[in-house]
């Protein structure tokens, strides 16, 4: 039972024994306050409260991936710097992604996009960069655990080669699953999960195979009137060149709830604490969320 909903109970018991306390200590006075009255102020406050319930499920839910919601994101990872990389050399990723539930939020479909910039020093000591569409993916996850208080699913992933130029993409398919948990019992603190797994199975015969998977843990602390701290960062692994990065990040957003569009800003510096291989020494990851609800809910 969450804080607001005690203090509402209390209150309507606190309220009914000193108002039967009042009517049999003064059954002859006619100036105690009518029933209907109380009633009244009751539901006033059963309103009030509702808000408040509205608006902390609001915020609770703005960092759920498996929201009964369409939504759409705009991401972007920048790394000014690089392991065993030319001082100069840098990447930027922004990502599009948008989710559609189906099936009364049993299943939910992702789509991602990136557009990937690469900055590479040349030996004149100018930094040449390549940009364009990357690789696309989506998921298919199936929820088979959804309250309100929490959302678990599963489900297939698939990426296709549509980058533009050979530096920004695998030239692969790839296939794989997605497994994703997001629990908000607290409406101070959520947590979860994002686990994916993909491998080349068909694609262009002269590039390399993949084989990657990433674990994202999401830790978001509420700070209240849609204020919160987050912990939000991707660790990967990539198995077939046997290179990883685990960083760590602090980060802070803001949820604000305009009609039926749930924006939610955010931004968090991230910092490598295990690399191997070609790795971000940092980066920082900011974006926006926007989900979308339903006039019908």
């Not at 602390?221 to 685990?246: C, M, S």
């Amino acid at each position: 039972m969450q804080k607001h909903e005690q203090l509402y109970h209390i209150f309507v018991l606190i309220t009914l024994r000193n108002y039967k306390n009042a009517t049999m200590t003064n059954s002859k006075n006619h100036s105690i306050i009518p029933y209907k009255y109380i009633v009244v102020i009751l539901t006033l406050f059963a309103v009030f409260y509702s808000k408040i319930e509205a608006q902390e499920n609001s915020t609770a839910q703005a960092n759920n991936p498996l929201a009964n919601m369409t939504a759409l994101n705009f991401h972007n990872y920048y790394i000014p710097k690089l392991n065993n990389a030319p001082d100069d050399a840098y990447l930027n990723t922004a990502w599009i992604r948008f989710a559609k539930p189906f099936a009364d939020g049993k299943l939910l479909l992702r789509v991602s996009a990136p557009l990937n910039t690469i900055g590479s020093p040349t030996t004149s000591g100018l930094v040449q960069t390549e940009s364009g569409l990357g690789d696309i993916n989506a998921f298919l996850s199936y929820n088979f655990y959804s309250k309100p208080t929490g959302t678990i699913g599963i489900g297939p992933l698939l990426a296709a080669p549509t980058a533009n130029e050979d530096a920004l993409g695998s030239g692969k398919w790839q296939g794989g699953f997605a497994f994703v948990m997001f629990m908000a019992k607290s409406p101070a603190f959520q947590y979860g999960g994002l686990v994916t797994w993909q491998a080349s199975f068909a694609g262009d015969d002269d590039r390399n195979s993949t084989n990657i998977g990433a674990i994202q843990p999401f830790f978001i602390w509420q700070l209240g009137k849609g204020t919160y701290l987050r912990h939000v960062p991707i660790w990967a692994f990539d198995f077939e060149n046997d290179a990883y990065h685990i960083p760590l990040g602090l980060g802070i957003g803001k949820v604000v709830k305009m009609n039926n569009t749930v924006f939610n800003l955010f931004m968090e510096p991230q910092f490598s604490m295990l690399s191997k291989g070609t790795q971000p020494q940092m980066q920082l990851f900011a974006g926006i969320n926007l989900q979308f609800i339903s006039k019908n809910k």
